[in-house]
């Protein structure tokens, strides 16, 4: 997957790629298409990992290398995962990394290890290729001690009916100007996904029960507690999500529990997460 790995001080944005998925750029969007790396106002607290750490080469330089001081943030994407492979829309769907998305993550891992990277605590999301690729990333820098928190607000955007099917498929069925408005569209959201779905959250018993900063869905709790003929509370999962319901929820995530908690503390911090979130977290620094 696109790793993007990133600290203090400096407003240029380096992506050391290992493969390509979606490209994606500000100005797809309207809303941001007077915004470049090379505007002045474009500022991102990040400076880029060293040139010389693009491509597989081992660094055989006998002086290590000084540990970085934070505060700084790095930011990954996790690795290649099955539906990756076969062009399929994930969202909160939830496969595991693939083996070559081990390597992904084990590459990052060994790249900020290798430029002095160390981290003070860990932020993912709730979905398996994410916290896969942070305790992998950790393990090549021996640090799976480390705290990792994690939030279903740094999950990927929540793609509704199209969740697990294939991008072609999709366009041969509606078009390809559809499918780029549903990919692209800054506001626009996929068709929702039925209640009774698998790929609605809420029918994930393992993770709906922890969900407890969404309201509540009073005509779910109440189809539910009927059918399952006793009171059921249920959440109000997202069906659909736009690319601006994705940063509504991981932009303050990051303002309000990151920054606080870790940013202004003075950590190193480590963000593994998906493309719109981080996509996001970017467009808002």
């Known amino acids: 997957s696109s790793s993007s790995s990133s600290s203090s001080s400096s407003s240029r944005i380096l992506t050391v790629e290992h493969w390509s998925d979606d490209e994606c750029e500000f100005e ?10 090379d505007d002045n106002n474009f500022v991102v607290p990040v400076v880029p990992v060293p040139l010389a750490a693009i491509g597989d080469e081992e660094d055989d330089s006998p002086v290590p290398k000084k540990t970085r001081t934070g505060p700084f943030v790095v930011l990954i994407r996790h690795g290649r995962t099955p539906h990756n492979n076969m062009q399929l829309f994930t969202g909160w769907e939830d496969p595991p990394l693939a083996p070559e998305g081990v390597e992904d993550a084990k590459n990052a891992g060994r790249l900020l290890k290798r430029h002095g990277f160390e981290f003070d605590v860990v932020y993912t999301s709730w979905l398996t290729r994410a916290i ?8 090549e820098m021996d640090m799976v001690w480390l705290p990792i ?3 279903w607000r740094l999950n990927e955007r929540m793609y509704g009916a199209l969740t697990g099917k294939s991008k072609k498929m999709i366009a041969n069925e509606y078009g390809e100007e559809q499918l780029k408005k549903w990919r692209r569209g800054y506001t626009i959201r996929p068709p929702p996904t039925s209640s009774y779905s698998l790929s609605y959250p809420g029918n994930d018993e393992r993770r709906a029960k922890h969900f407890k900063d969404l309201p509540i869905s009073f005509r779910e709790t109440i189809n539910r507690s009927i059918e399952g003929r006793r009171l059921s509370i249920h959440r109000k999962f997202p069906k659909t999500e736009s690319l601006k319901d994705c940063m509504d929820r991981s932009i303050p995530f990051y303002t309000q529990r990151i920054q606080k908690e870790a940013i202004d503390k003075g950590k190193r911090v480590l963000i593994t997460s998906h493309e719109n979130a981080i996509r996001g977290i970017l467009m808002h620094l």
């Not at 896969?132 to 393990?139: E, I, M």
């Open 28 to 37: 797809e969007y309207d809303e941001f298409a007077d915004i470049t790396a």
């Open 132 to 139: 896969q690729t942070a305790y992998y990333c950790l393990l």
């Open 149 to 151: 928190i994690k939030s």
